[in-house]
């Protein structure tokens, strides 16, 4: 098993800036690759950004790219997700999600992710 803890979540006003950690634990060695989901009340989980736990292979939605930033530390098992030039409609619950698929390819489907974070609330305000 594999536990994800997210953290650094809070209120920013627009513009702004925050970085969101995710710090796996468990059967590390399983993973193959990590990713980012936010969802909002009431709207279906989008897609963020997502890595390769092996290499610097990296995916973004349309709409973070040129602003978020996600990396990883593997000595310190954590991922991590630098949000700058927030805006409003970015407010969400954020969620890590990590994958043990082997031929585990940057993906925004949901589907393909075995574990969850619990989540962390990011807030921006106008």
């Known amino acids: 098993q594999v536990q994800l803890v997210e953290s650094g979540g809070g209120s920013v006003q627009a513009g702004g800036s925050l970085r969101l950690s995710c710090a796996a634990s468990?059967?590390?060695?399983?993973?193959?690759?990590m990713g980012w989901f936010r969802q909002v009340p009431g709207k279906a989980r989008e897609f963020v950004a997502a890595c390769r736990w092996s290499d610097d292979s990296t995916k973004y939605a349309d709409s973070v790219k040129g602003r978020f930033t996600i990396s990883r530390d593997n000595a310190k098992n954590t991922m991590y997700l630098e949000m700058n030039s927030l805006k409003p409609e970015d407010t969400a619950v954020y969620y890590c999600a990590a994958s043990r698929r082997p031929y585990y390819s940057p993906n925004a489907n949901d589907l393909i992710y075995d574990y969850w974070g619990q989540g962390t609330q990011v807030t921006v305000s106008s």
């Open positions: 468990g059967r590390i060695f399983s993973l193959y690759g």
